[in-house]
Every structure is written in structure tokens, then in C-alpha cells.
């Protein structure tokens, strides 16, 4: 069967790279999506792509950093599907990835703004409809550089490991409501936030590849995989969890970047 026959959710931050193809990904494994992003075109393309193969989806436009967003995201899902069984929470920034002496106070705002508080609020509204139905099923996008380091990474990986910290506790207060919340760890994934962090030099961002064990970075698809998993009943043991989805980038301690 089908790992999301029959249920219905939301994709934050689907416009693009890991979360358009989660997407796409979990209408072919049965569910309905509703797919949030800032870009409506983008959104409107990923939507007419689900229903061309048959799928169900509709687009909200939304920005994930304006707080009166996170209620109206759950409350047109609900709309449309008449529940909200699974959100898989992806938007982020990679912000300004420079030195830390170069960096503003305004680039943490933004960048901590929209890879942790935005969650931290995505979580809170979703889980409250899921608990009110009697469960659900939430995965948050993380990273490995919550845990590795890049030169330049020092507010990203404090927002991305500020995640990992609220994973869970939120685990352990959600559970008794039949609510499980996960976060995958994406080492470098072929996407436009990474070919942007790369932008100045094309050598580097191939050597970043190749320094991945399994030889070449991951692609959206097999990052939404892990998600998808996650997010279906056959995960109904796993809760808590930041799990890297990264061909083995962060065990191998060898760094060519
Ligand atoms: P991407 O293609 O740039 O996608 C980012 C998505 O987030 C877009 O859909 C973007 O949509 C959305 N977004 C950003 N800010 C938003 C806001 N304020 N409101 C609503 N939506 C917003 O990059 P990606 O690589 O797929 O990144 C997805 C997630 O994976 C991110 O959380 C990123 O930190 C994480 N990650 C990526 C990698 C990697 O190597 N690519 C590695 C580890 C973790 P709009 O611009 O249309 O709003």
C-alpha cells in the first residue's frame, strides 16, 4: 500500500528543491498536499505537476516569518481536506554565509526568524489541530551543520541546532497526544540554496560533492524520501529523532571545503 494513502498534510516551503520534491513525492504515495512557499507561480506549476499525474494539491502563499500565517496555513488545510494528519516543516534560509566578524545582527534576526522561531510556531498550530483529532505526524528539515561546521555556517548552524533542540522536548510533549516529530539532517543536497552558498566558486562546490563517502551529494527526492517515511504509519515507533540523510558526509571527518 500506498505510505500516505489516505491522509492529508502539509509541505512548508514547496516552491523549490527538497520540499517541491517532497510534494511531489507524497501525493504519488497517496496523500492530499497543500504546498506553502512565499513564490505563488512556483507553487501554482508544483500543483498543476501533482494534478497531471493524478494527485490532489492546492497552494497557499505564505511567509513562514509572519506569525498570523502559521494558524491561516493549518486553518485552509483543514478547509480543504477536513484534517491535517502530517507537516513536513523544510522552509529555510541559508542566509548570510559569510565570517562571523563580517555578519550583521540583522542577518541572525532573519536567519534565526525563519530556520527555527518559524518552525517553532509551525509546530505549535499544527499540533494543536492534530491534537484535537487524536494524532499526527510532524518532520522538520534540520541539517548536518547542526551538528558539522562550515567557515561562514555560524548562524545557520545555530539556528539548525537550535532546532534539534527544540525536537525534543517537543517530542516528549506531544507523545501523549498520539503526535510523533522528527527532524531530518540533509547533508549537501544538489538544490538552488546550495548552488547559492557555492556561488563564487564552481571548484569548491564540486569538491563539497565529491567529499560526500557515497561520491556525490544527495538529491531532493532521495532527501524526501527519509520525510515521507517518516511521516507515514511505518514510522509509529519513531519519535524525537534528528536523523542525517547525508551519504555519510558527517561520520567521515575528511573535509575538502
Ligand atoms: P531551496 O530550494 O532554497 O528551498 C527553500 C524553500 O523554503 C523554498 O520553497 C522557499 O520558498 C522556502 N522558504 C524560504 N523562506 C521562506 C519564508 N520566509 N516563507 C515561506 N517559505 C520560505 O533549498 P533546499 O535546499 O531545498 O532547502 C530546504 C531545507 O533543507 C531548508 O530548511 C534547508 O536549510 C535544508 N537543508 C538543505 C541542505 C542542502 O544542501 N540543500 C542541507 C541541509 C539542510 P520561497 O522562496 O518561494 O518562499
Redesign the pocket.
Same mark, same amino acid.
Given at each position: 500500500m500506498a505510505l500516505l494513502a489516505g491522509k492529508s498534510g502539509v509541505v512548508?516551503?514547496? =516552491? =523549490?528543491?527538497?520540499?517541491?520534491?517532497a510534494a511531489m513525492l507524497f501525493a504519488e504515495e497517496g496523500a492530499q498536499v497543500a504546498v506553502?512557499?512565499?513564490?505563488r507561480e &512556483?507553487?501554482e506549476d508544483l500543483v498543476a505537476a501533482i494534478e497531471g499525474e493524478g494527485g490532489t494539491a492546492f497552494a497557499i502563499q +505564505?511567509?513562514?516569518?509572519?506569525m498570523a500565517?502559521h494558524a491561516r496555513i493549518v486553518a485552509e488545510t483543514v478547509a480543504a481536506f477536513g484534517r491535517l494528519d502530517f507537516a513536513f516543516n523544510? +522552509?529555510?534560509?541559508?542566509g548570510n554565509f559569510v565570517p562571523m566578524l563580517e555578519q550583521s545582527e540583522a542577518d541572525w534576526d532573519r536567519t534565526v526568524s525563519?530556520?527555527l522561531k +518559524?518552525v517553532w510556531l509551525s509546530v505549535r498550530a499544527q499540533a494543536a489541530q492534530m491534537r484535537v483529532q487524536g494524532g499526527g505526524a510532524i518532520v522538520n528539515? =534540520? =541539517?548536518?551543520?547542526a551538528i558539522g561546521a562550515l567557515p561562514g555556517s555560524t548562524v545557520?548552524s545555530a539556528s &539548525?541546532a537550535g532546532l534539534d533542540g527544540l525536537l525534543r522536548p517537543a517530542a516528549l510533549e506531544l507523545a501523549a497526544s498520539g503526535i510523533r516529530i522528527n527532524n531530518i539532517?540533509?547533508?549537501?543536497?544538489?538544490?538552488? $540554496?546550495?548552488r547559492? +552558498?557555492f556561488r563564487h566558486d564552481a571548484a569548491v562546490l564540486d569538491a563539497f560533492g565529491r567529499a560526500h563517502p557515497i561520491g556525490r $551529494?544527495?538529491t531532493?527526492r532521495e532527501?524526501a524520501e527519509l520525510a515521507c517515511f517518516l511521516l507515514s504509519d511505518r514510522a509509529a515507533n519513531v519519535t524525537g529523532q534528528a536523523i542525517l540523510v547525508d551519504g555519510g558526509y558527517t561520520i567521515a571527518g575528511q573535509r575538502t571545503t
Open positions: 512548508v516551503g514547496a =516552491s =523549490s528543491g527538497i520540499g517541491h520534491a506553502v512557499a512565499r513564490r &512556483k507553487l +505564505a511567509d513562514v516569518t509572519t500565517d523544510n +522552509a529555510g534560509t541559508i525563519t530556520n +518559524a528539515t =534540520s =541539517s548536518w551543520l545557520y &539548525k539532517n540533509p547533508g549537501g543536497i544538489d538544490t538552488e $540554496m546550495t547559492e +552558498a $551529494m544527495g531532493p532527501t
